[in-house]
């Protein structure tokens, strides 16, 4: 890749991110009017990208990057083919209607900045997720995904329920993201690959791998909950709380596609094999029934058409996981489709509730000659996800019977189940944009009217372009449709497909949808009737099984919780140090590394002296009266100590111990004159004996590990280093000193913050006061 255009890619990546800092300071300077501004940064991405249609159309790829971590062998980088491009388009494309439409929904909203910021930040993370090619920047942009979704979800953040579908979507996904990274590191353990396009260049290494299953799981974990798939789906219709620009951009180009497009770029790695043949079909398919049968039942817009796209994601993973060529050419040409339509439906929904003031289906009519080119632009998106001529929708469906059409018991079975859910997507569709708009007019909260251009040029801009890409299908599939099947097919394909049926099976099974379409439309109350009643009679859900997990958990902390942190400082001290005793015994006991016993050292008379000193303050601790006199002997050891280091030659040693000693006993005793403690020790005999043990263990434990370290071969390779490099280096003569400040001078600075914090511990302790009775008041209650 040319240096020019490299960094022209780089800049086009990091543009949303430098929109989203500018973006409040714009909108309180222009308030709505900001949209216009912010659209060009989505704009100019488009335009970037557009122009390598081209180029990639002709079948070549465009790869880049920067070195990020070279001792890893990591790379900041992106690969552009067919699929990433058709999503950088729709991401970016769609992207700068969004922020238009953004401007006229939200307009004299408070915090219309920081939404700005927010969609910003989002577009940003799904634009740097599919170009990504290196393992660890896919990770990294996934989970920034999940981020930036979980504040636009919560965006209302007064209200609960925002709050809770805000939690929800980010547990979901972020443990999803857990599984994906999980299954990229068990990838690049497998092949030694740490970028997309290596992977996808190593042929079969992946599917001969033992750890194939391992990493498909995994992989699949993080897939299915991004893109909701069953019984992961509970999430994303409730991340509905979110304004309704969030859900059309949501819905139509980003999160949700996110687990789609890494289930679509490893088809080619992880596809052909009887597990990813099996699994993905079966969840795919389980999720677009569920997902239609569930649209049915609601009544809100919003609701409707997400429920929907979970069905539409189900059809997408089902149609990866058949695995042939037309079910490639069917996925993908799907894929755009969806985003095409949705987009303009929920862009629809957010006008009517806007100029309404609801999108209860059952509230709402007549409101044809009040917003007629939003009804234009409904009418356009509902052809297109019905599958009627000549919409891209209907390539898609025509594509999608060519892969299937009975062709044996396996595929029967998932003709059967496409036909139902393309019915119902006929259903809810038609009911979005026609209910609304036909029959008489409804008194609604306001006084609807069309909205302003703002409103309306995302939806009508996007259901014409539907309607434009399939009479020009052609063009469409050289640039877009044949170069994206390629690349998730792994071989060439050339996707030809037109507004021309095929006159055979598939247009026969189209027929039979559009008729059984029809007929559930006609009954479609009694049909969302029927719903609820099932809907109640089964009663529990996922979406009710995750509260319940919520709360279980939180049982299970606050249990937890009571027993580790009971309160109680002497319970603390007791397991840290049964802890300590273990880590010391354990190892010297497991590895048969106890030392061997010594002979009785020869000292000189005052080292002995000094010896017994030590044992004589020992004993004083012990045997103290009260806490005072036991911290004041406390010090005998130290100071016993520090005699020892100056008898041996350490003199600035000795004089440092004395300092810490005489300190801590001055900074204790001052402590505990404050703080008015019990004076004496009132434990009872079991806790003093147990105490007794656990103290002899690690004292004991400590002994023999320095007893077995002064047994071993003495090593002076290091103290040969200081003596060599503290001068020079560190330009201190005092080796000691030079150890202490220079070579390992941070962890001096931490052992000084432990102190000070210790200090200001205490410092707090000495300053409470215990507030007094009032006069002929009682204590406790």
Known sequence: MASGSQSLTFFALVLPFLAALAAPFLTRVLKHNAAWVLAIAPAFIFVHFAGLLDTIGD?????????????????????????????????????????????????????????????????????????????????????????????????????????????????????????????????????????????????????????????????????????????????????????????????????????VYLVMRLNPAFGGTDAWETVLPVFGGTTLIVGTLLAIRQTDLKLMLAYTTVASLGILVMLTGLGSDKAVEGAVLYLVAHSL???????????IDHESGTRDITKLGGLRRAMPVTFAAALLAALSMGGLPPFFGFLAKEEIYAALQFQDGWHGLFTLVAIFGNALMLVIGFAVALKPFLGPRVATPK??????????????????????????SETAHHFVSSPMASAVAGNDIAVHISVIPYISVPLVLSVLTVALGIVIYWFFDQARAAMAALLAAIGWGPDRGFDQAIRGLLRMSFAVTRIIQSGRMEVYMTVTFIAIALALWAPMTVFGELPAMPEMPNLPFYEWTVIAIAVIGLGAVVYARDRLTAIVSLGIQGFAVALLFMLLGAPDL????????????????????????????????????????????????????????????????????????????????????????????????????????????????????????????????
């Open 447 to 472: 006084e609807a009217h069309e909205g302003p251009p703002l409103l309306w040029l995302g939806p009508l801009t996007l259901a014409l372009v539907g309607l434009v890409s399939a009479l020009l």
């Open 59 to 259: 079948g070549a790829t465009v790869s880049g990057g920067y070195s990020w971590i070279p001792s890893l062998d990591i790379r900041f980088s992106w690969f552009l083919d067919g699929l990433s491009l058709t999503f950088a388009l729709l991401i970016s494309g769609i992207g700068t209607l969004i922020v238009l439409y953004s401007g006229g929904y939200l307009k004299g909203h408070p915090q219309l900045g920081r939404f700005f910021s927010f969609i910003l930040l989002f577009m940003g993370a799904m634009q740097g997720l599919v170009v990504s090619d290196s393992f660890l920047t896919l990770f990294v942009f996934w989970e920034l995904t999940s981020i930036t979704s979980f504040l636009l979800i919560g965006f209302d953040h007064r209200r609960e329920a925002s709050r809770r579908a805000a939690i929800q979507a980010l547990v979901v996904t972020g443990l999803g993201g857990l599984s994906l990274l999980a299954g990229l590191l068990v990838v690049w353990i497998a092949t030694g690959e740490t970028e997309l396009s290596g992977l996808l260049a190593a042929g079969d290494t992946m599917r001969h791998s033992a750890l194939y299953l391992v990493a498909l799981v995994l992989v699949l974990g993080g897939a299915f909950t991004k893109s909701a798939q069953f019984p992961f789906h509970f999430w994303l219709p409730n991340a509905m709380e979110a304004p309704t620009p969030v859900s059309a951009y949501l819905h139509s180009a980003t999160m949700v596609k996110a687990g």
């Open 341 to 351: 339509f949705k987009g303009t439906l929920f862009m629809v929904a957010g006008a």
């Open 654 to 781: 000795s004089f440092t111990q004395f300092m810490v000693e005489t300190l801590s006993v001055v900074i204790l005793a001052l402590a505990m004159t404050r703080l008015r403690l019990h004076p004496s020790d009132h434990r009872p005999t079991n806790e003093k004996l147990v105490d007794i043990a656990v103290a002899g263990a690690c004292g004991a434990g400590f002994g023999l590990l320095i007893l077995k370290v002064t047994q071993m071969p003495f090593d002076d390779s290091l103290s040969a280093f200081f003596k060599t490099y503290s001068y020079v280096i560190a330009h201190g003569r005092n080796v000691v000193n030079v150890i202490l400040v220079d070579f390992r001078g941070l962890d001096t600075l931490g052992e000084i913050a432990v102190v000070m914090i210790a200090g200001l511990a205490i410092l707090a302790l000495i300053r409470v006061r215990v507030p007094k009775p009032a006069a002929g008041g009682k204590q406790g209650g």
